[in-house]
């Protein structure tokens, strides 16, 4: 199973993206998923994670900001990105947690001051 990210992109600071994910095939409605980032230099780090009954966690550096949801008749997953700074820029990751965790290749976010 590939996880497929879109919807990355260059944004200024301030500014707002909408990341998708899906998978290459199968269902999601039954597992967690998330978004990871890593930026340069860092450390993998969860951003996000949304239950199979919609539960949400966020980091705290993106609380208030950040929205992660799902539309499991469709199979997507979403992360609405609001009040960008230059510190989100990362590649972000759509993974779908289970006995095994999937990932995907990512997409690249870069937040210009």
């Known amino acids: 199973v590939q996880l497929q990210a879109s919807g990355g992109g260059l944004v200024q600071a301030g500014g707002s993206l909408r990341l998708s994910c899906r998978p290459s095939r199968g269902l999601i ?14 450390q993998r780090e969860e951003v996000a994670s949304i239950s199979s009954g919609g539960d949400t966690n966020y980091a705290d550096s993106v609380k208030c900001r950040f929205t992660i ?6 199979s997507m997953v979403y ?6 700074s230059p510190e989100d820029t990362a590649v ?17 976010v870069t937040v210009s001051s």
């Open 29 to 42: 409605s039954s597992y967690r998923m998330a978004w990871y980032r890593q930026a340069p230099g860092e």
């Open 69 to 74: 949801s799902r539309d499991n008749a469709k």
């Open 79 to 84: 992360l609405q990105m609001n009040s960008l």
């Open 92 to 108: 972000y990751f759509c993974v779908r947690r289970g006995a095994r965790d999937y990932w995907g290749k990512g997409t690249q």
